[in-house]
């Protein structure tokens, strides 16, 4: 069965593309072009992700995030402008699963949409999920193949982003926001290290295993096959 793709854009020309490229990759498609148009679409029909405009004309993209989120945990992809990187953060502490800053090429927004539905598939049937990462937030560990981290506050919270976002890149400014009190007073190579100690401490435990993909110019993500 298809995945049903509700885009929420209000230019005509992004919207056509988008909707051109996730239909010739098999998916199904509905657009609006107002946030407002959304809500009933949603409550009447099944939508398995939703690729989400922040600038819509009569409400704050991020505020329809909220909205959705208080009844539903539909994956969303936020489209957001290249300037704005407080929205892109907002947005993801809300709720957001992905972001794709404008301009952006709609082949990209393509290889997230899959990305982020793969991550949302359930496993065959008979074929019980195996995770490499169970993680305990009141305690704050993180156990991988079964043996539990000895993590530093800013290693754990790293490897939560990770996890909570399985696929996702996340730039060393991204991370910065999301984990550390004041990134302004940090440094992009404070990122590199911690990840460097990270990776070091799983290798110790699955040393044939290496989760954390570096993306080269862009950041780092976490495999979704593990």
């Known amino acids: 069965m298809k995945a049903r793709i509700l885009i929420v854009e209000d230019e005509p020309a992004i919207s ?6 996730l239909e010739s990759e098999g998916l199904e498609t509905v657009r609006v072009a107002t946030g407002l148009a959304a809500i009933p679409l949603l409550e009447q029909s099944q939508v398995d992700l939703i690729v989400l405009d922040i600038g819509l004309p009569d409400i704050n993209g991020l505020e329809l995030l909220k909205d959705i989120r208080r009844a539903r945990t539909t994956p969303i992809i936020l489209l957001t402008a290249r300037t704005a990187e407080i ?3 907002l947005g993801l502490e809300l709720g ?5 800053a ?7 927004l393509s290889a997230r949409v899959k990305a982020v539905l793969r991550r949302y598939r359930p496993a065959p049937a008979g074929k019980p999920a ?8 009141s305690r704050r560990t993180v ?18 982003q990770f996890i909570e976002r399985r696929g996702h890149v996340f730039s060393r400014e991204q991370l910065m926001n999301l984990v550390w009190e004041q990134p302004e007073t940090s440094l992009d190579r404070t990122v590199d290290a911690h990840i460097k100690n990270i990776r070091a401490k799983l290798r110790a435990v699955r ?3 290496d989760p954390i993909v570096t993306h080269r110019g862009s950041g780092y993500s976490l495999r979704e096959d593990l």
Not at 96 to 100: I, N, P, T
């Open 207 to 209: 040393p044939d295993l």
């Open 16 to 21: 056509d593309n988008i909707q051109f490229v």
């Open 130 to 137: 195996q995770d490499a990462f169970v993680v305990n937030t």
């Open 143 to 160: 156990a991988f193949c079964g043996t539990t981290l000895d993590l530093s506050k800013y290693e754990y919270d790293i490897l939560r």
């Open 96 to 100: 957001a699963d992905d972001y794709v």
């Open 102 to 108: 404008k301009p952006f090429s709609p082949r990209e």
């Open 87 to 89: 929205d892109r953060v």
